[in-house]
């Protein structure tokens, strides 16, 4: 009666969803401070990228408050999550990247 426990408890680690939060996070805010920076966003830029890591951050938390993660998975989740958006961004975002097309 309490496989179910021992099967359960093996999914924990990492958090996909504080991974999956944390690389979105990570990798947008790369991009919008490389696509915005010439601009005068720079406001907007700001209060959007401080928006995507609260968002993320509240993903990694709501699954702690579930009960559905201990910390460990949490943190582990998210430093896999933010290197994985960070060496995404790094290698997809260049600055040979065209960036001709303004953000209106």
């Given at each position: 009666g309490e496989?179910?426990?021992l099967t359960d408890s093996m999914r924990s680690f990492p958090s996909g969803h504080?991974?999956?939060a944390f690389c979105c996070a990570a990798f947008f805010t790369l991009y919008l401070q490389k696509r915005l920076a010439p601009s005068s966003l720079k406001l907007l830029r700001l209060v959007t990228q401080a928006v995507l890591v609260v968002l993320?951050?509240?993903c990694a938390l709501s699954r702690l408050v579930d009960h559905r993660h201990h910390p460990?998975?949490?943190v582990a989740g998210s430093l896999?999550?933010?290197i994985i958006g960070l060496?995404?961004?790094?290698t997809i975002i260049t600055d040979e990247t065209n960036w001709t097309r303004k953000i209106n």
């Open positions: 496989d179910w426990r504080s991974q999956m993320a951050l509240a460990e998975d949490v896999i999550g933010s060496l995404a961004a790094k």
